[in-house]
T-cell receptor
Framework: SQTIHQWPATLVQPVGSPLSLECTVE??????LYWYRQAAGRGLQLLFY??????ISSEVPQNLSASRPQDRQFILSSKKLLLSDSGFYLC??????????????FGEGSWLTVV | GQSLEQPSEVTAVEGAIVQINCTYQ??????LSWYQQHDGGAPTFLSY????GLEETGRFSSFLSRSDSYGYLLLQELQMKDSASYFC???????????FGKGTTLSVSS
């Protein structure tokens, strides 16, 4: 069966510090990978998605970046965090070429508080 | 681009029926999906409609009208555990990523 893991689960970072969130998927190959952010009490905002190694699409311009160094690994980074970067970050995956009804499966999420 | 509108909050009592509406605007429609998210947890898939009509899965049903760019999620025989946020979602124009609405918080009381 397929599983998705992301870490760390929680972190508190000072403004201006760097960020690295990591996500890995097991049990599948060539997945589509996603990063979403959810601010407190808000909806799910798509940040980045990737359909293959080294292929990253950015949906919202901001001080975050994403990388996909391996097929089932997706990393979210920032060089300098802002207070507004606080939120719940969710990694997700779906089957490549899964069709229009493709289900997205989410990881457990990472709570980021920028202080 | 894509945009979705759904009510921010809905309240109901146990055993009742509740309907959560969703209207959408999208360039290139691939279907309407619904996800459930309990407080502090990750969203999980509930249902998907590609064609007009009603899809039923146990106590939950989802409806789609493509001509009206409208759908709804119907929850019957509400239970306390149904208290959660519910999101409707559509794919982006390329069909590669889901765009979510802001979510509807459902509170079920006894």
């Amino acid at each position: 069966s397929q599983t998705i893991h992301q870490w760390p689960a929680t972190l508190v970072q000072p403004v201006g510090s760097p960020l690295s969130l990591e996500c890995t998927v097991e049990g599948t190959s060539n997945p589509n990978l996603y990063w979403y952010r959810q601010a407190a009490g808000r909806g799910l905002q798509l940040l980045f998605y990737s359909v293959g190694i080294g292929q990253i699409s950015s949906e919202v311009p901001q001080n975050l970046s994403a990388s996909r160094p391996q097929d089932r690994q997706f990393i979210l980074s920032s060089k300098k965090l802002l207070l507004s970067d606080s939120g719940f970050y969710l990694c997700a995956w779906s089957v490549r070429g899964g069709g229009s009804g493709n289900t997205i499966y989410f990881g457990e999420g990472s709570w980021l508080t920028v202080v | 681009g894509q945009s979705l509108e759904q009510p921010s909050e809905v309240t109901a009592v146990e055993g009742a029926i509740v309907q959560i509406n969703c209207t959408y605007q999208t360039s290139g429609f691939y279907g309407l999906s619904w996800y459930q998210q309990h407080d502090g947890g990750a969203p999980t898939f509930l249902s998907y409609n590609a064609l007009d009509g009603l899809e039923e899965t146990g106590r939950f049903s989802s409806f789609l009208s493509r001509s009206d760019s409208y759908g709804y999620l119907l929850l019957q025989e509400l239970q306390m555990k149904d208290s959660a946020s519910y999101f409707c979602a559509v794919y982006n124009q390329a069909g590669t990523a889901l765009i979510f609405g802001k979510g509807t918080t459902l509170s079920v009381s006894s």
